[in-house]
């Protein structure tokens, strides 16, 4: 890396600046390495020996010094994989059997979970059960379904009359 290049021209011309950028150069070449592999140890596949430690004290698995790297790496996707049950097995033991929806937006880190719930109270609980599942770097969301004016079409407004507007809406 030439720092030198990043002067003006008129800087160029003395002999300090080109001094002081030739010094300078080594720090910021450990600056660019430190920082891409901070980046790669973001995700499981890229990281380094640093990046999986992290992971692997955030999951709490001890490892042994003759463990490849490889192996450390397939470890943690089968831990990680794991969350994917429990949020399944979680919101079929609470709710019942196709009451939910999971949609995954990992563009997002987001999380998003439709319940079938009659009581908004519960929505709160299903969200604590959920948050300590779910990784850290997704944000839970948690809406309740509501009845759509599409699913509405089939009915014609003397049929709709004798309900309330919030019985429409949580007729699911």
Same mark, same amino acid.
């Given at each position: ?7 003006? /021209?008129?800087?160029?011309?003395? *002999? ?9 150069? /080594? ?6 390495? #430190?920082?891409? %592999? &901070?980046?790669?140890?973001?995700? $499981? +596949?890229?990281?380094?020996?640093? %990046? !999986? =430690? ?5 999951? %709490? ?8 790297? +490889? ?5 943690? *996707?089968?831990?990680? !994989? $794991?969350? #994917? ?10 709710? /019942?059997? %196709?009451?939910?929806?999971?949609? &995954? +937006? &990992?563009?997002?880190? *987001? @999380?998003? $979970? @439709?319940?079938?719930? =009659?009581? =908004?109270?519960?929505? +709160? ?8 599942? $779910? /990784?850290?770097?997704?944000? !839970? ?32």
């Amino acid at each position: 890396m030439e720092l030198i290049k990043y002067l003006p /021209p008129y800087l160029r011309e003395y *002999k300090e600046p080109e001094e002081i950028m030739k010094a300078e150069e /080594p720090e910021f070449s450990f600056i660019r390495e #430190k920082s891409s %592999g &901070c980046i790669n140890n973001f995700f $499981v +596949d890229t990281a380094d020996e640093e %990046g !999986i =430690k992290r992971y692997e004290d955030m999951l %709490g698995i001890l490892s042994s010094g003759d463990e490849s790297l +490889d192996y450390r790496r397939f470890r943690l *996707k089968a831990k990680l !994989i $794991v969350s #994917k049950i429990n949020i399944t097995n979680i919101l079929n033991s609470i709710m /019942p059997k %196709g009451g939910w929806t999971v949609k &995954c +937006d &990992c563009d997002q880190c *987001k @999380l998003e $979970v @439709l319940l079938n719930l =009659k009581n =908004k109270n519960y929505i +709160d609980e299903v969200y604590e059960a959920l948050d300590r599942a $779910v /990784p850290a770097n997704l944000q !839970i969301e948690c809406l309740i379904f509501h009845t759509t004016h599409r699913a509405l079409l089939k009915y014609r407004h003397s049929q709709l009359k004798n309900y309330r507007h919030s019985e429409i809406r949580d007729l699911v």
